[in-house]
Nanobody
Framework: QVQLVESGGGSVQAGGSLRLSCAAS????????MAWFRQAPGKEREGVAF???????NYADSVKGRFTISKDSAKNTLYLQMNSLKPEDSAMYYC???????????????WGQGTQVTVSS
């Protein structure tokens, strides 16, 4: 099973930027699909950005054009560059990794502990 450690969260004003990192360790097949999810208090967890082993990426409509998911395969580290942040982006952000991506889900997913992002107006 893969282990995931997120970092890079914090507090920022609206319009600012943050970059989240997710360092993965474990079998390569367990990271064929990697993704970022977020969950705000009182809301359901939302899939934000997905990347499969072929480099195909998929974003939630709410973040398209503002967020960019990328991966450094040599370091087995996933990133989420977040620009033009809005207060509604405030949430706990989780990294997920698994054997496959299906729609906005990750198959056989392992999860990180989460990193908090707070955007003030």
């Amino acid at each position: 099973q893969v282990q995931l450690v997120e970092s890079g969260g914090g507090s920022v004003q609206a319009g600012g930027s943050l970059r989240l990192s997710c360092a993965a360790s474990g079998p390569t097949y367990s990271t064929f699909c990697m993704a970022w999810f977020r969950q705000a208090p009182g809301k359901e967890r939302e899939g934000v950005a997905f990347r499969d082993s072929g480099g195909y990426v998929n974003y939630a409509d709410s973040v398209k054009g503002r967020f960019t998911i990328s991966k450094d395969s040599a370091k087995n580290t996933l990133y989420l560059q977040m620009n033009s942040l809005k207060p509604e982006d405030s949430a706990m952000y989780y990294c997920a990794a698994g054997r496959y991506c299906v729609g906005r889900t990750v198959g056989d997913a392992s999860w990180g502990q989460g990193t908090q992002v707070t955007v003030s107006s």
